[in-house]
């Protein structure tokens, strides 16, 4: 029966259905029944996290090829299609996501008194966006989605902070990620020019002159950078922090704060390794710079979330480091997935 199960499923639909539907259910319910509301979205990430490690039933881990990979046409006249797949890295990114959005709305319960409504659909909408991030094959895909992720965020952070600074900090944490993801957008549509396609495991088959390389990796590297973060464009971070609501600290410590370092793995160390060898000495030393200054930094705060928000970029710089040593690459996702734990346990 299991198997029948997983034979019916094994596409991943159900992690990406379940909150879309979720998110849409609550707004056909009044404001006035908060408590329904409430259960819905709870039942929907609990169902989502239960149903996102089914796949590991069926997953090859001899093979470091996508699996799972599902193709959907969606621009007719351009060859660029909704290419869906998983691997061992994006596998557990997803049950770690589906993992922290029930601690998400249920740390948040007590907060859902004005717009509980819409914090679950933003809640939900966040879920659904980042577990299509770690399945996306399709490059052009896997930048608009990074960059929709902010809109929920902006919305929790806005509308539910907890301070009064939190419409400055909404604004600082949306335009420097959004803005630094622009050059991420021009490498894109100059990788489309070369291979004719966005499939991304068609682009990690091709080969870039090291001059183009350079090029596309600095790019990357001005997206990527940001959402690390990496000093000295990490000044949005502690704001978010701050500001954010608790169940927005948590996510966002959890989850955005992992893409940069998932985009350097799933795009610039593998489609661009002559360029990421010639850029190492620049990435240990920025990111030692970033240790060390973050690292004073923290020791002279005395807010519980700003030592949260300082500690993670020193993290998060680790996991960089390791991540850019030939040596401990493969372990740089264990750093990532263990940088959610002493988070979230403080």
């Known amino acids: 029966m299991l198997e029948h199960f997983c034979e019916c499923y094994s596409d991943l639909s159900g992690p990406i259905l379940c909150p879309v539907l979720g998110s849409i259910t609550p707004l056909f319910i009044p404001n006035s029944r908060i408590r ?13 996290f239960l149903y996102s490690p089914v796949p590991r039933i069926q997953f090859d881990p001899s093979t470091a090829k996508s699996q799972f990979v599902e193709s959907l046409r969606w621009l007719p006249y351009e060859n660029i299609n909704l290419y869906l797949g998983i691997d061992g890295i994006s596998l557990f990114f997803v049950i770690l996501t589906t993992f922290l959005i ?12 004005s717009y509980g409504k819409e914090y679950i659909t933003a809640s939900l909408i966040r879920e659904f966006l980042m577990i299509a991030v770690f399945r996306m094959l399709d490059l052009l895909l896997f930048y608009v989605l990074p960059e929709s992720v902010l809109i929920p965020m902006f919305i929790i952070i806005g509308v539910w902070g907890s301070r009064q600074r939190k419409i ?5 944490f949306f335009l420097y990620t959004l803005l630094g993801s622009v050059f991420m957008l021009l490498a894109i549509l100059l990788i489309l020019l070369q291979t004719g396609t966005t499939d991304l495991q068609i682009s990690l088959t091709t080969e870039f002159s090291e001059r183009r390389q350079i090029f596309l990796w600095i790019a990357s590297f001005a997206s990527f950078a940001v959402k690390v973060p990496m000093v000295p464009v990490h000044i949005w971070l502690p704001e978010a922090h ?5 169940a927005g600290s948590v996510i966002l410590a959890g989850i955005p704060l992992k893409l940069g370092t998932y985009g350097f793995l799933r795009f610039s160390i593998p489609m661009f390794p002559e360029a990421t060898l010639s850029f190492t000495p ?3 030393t920025s990111s030692a710079i970033a240790i060390i200054y973050t690292s004073l930094t923290t020791s002279r705060q005395i807010d519980l979330k700003k030592i949260i928000a300082y500690s993670s970029v ?9 991540m850019f040593s030939r040596a401990a690459a493969v372990r740089s996702p264990i750093l990532s997935y263990g940088h959610t734990r002493p988070k979230h346990a403080v």
């Not at 029930?102 to 008194?113: A, F, L």
């Not at 020193?314 to 390791?322: R, S």
């Open 102 to 113: 029930p601690i998400c709305i249920s740390v948040g319960w007590s907060g859902m008194r």
């Open 168 to 172: 400055k900090a909404a604004y600082q």
């Open 314 to 322: 020193v993290h998060m710089n680790l996991v960089t480091i390791g």
């Open 242 to 246: 701050v500001e954010a609501p608790t």
């Open 282 to 284: 620049f990435i240990y």
């Open 36 to 48: 329904p509301i409430r259960l819905i979205g709870l039942c929907a990430s609990l169902i989502t």
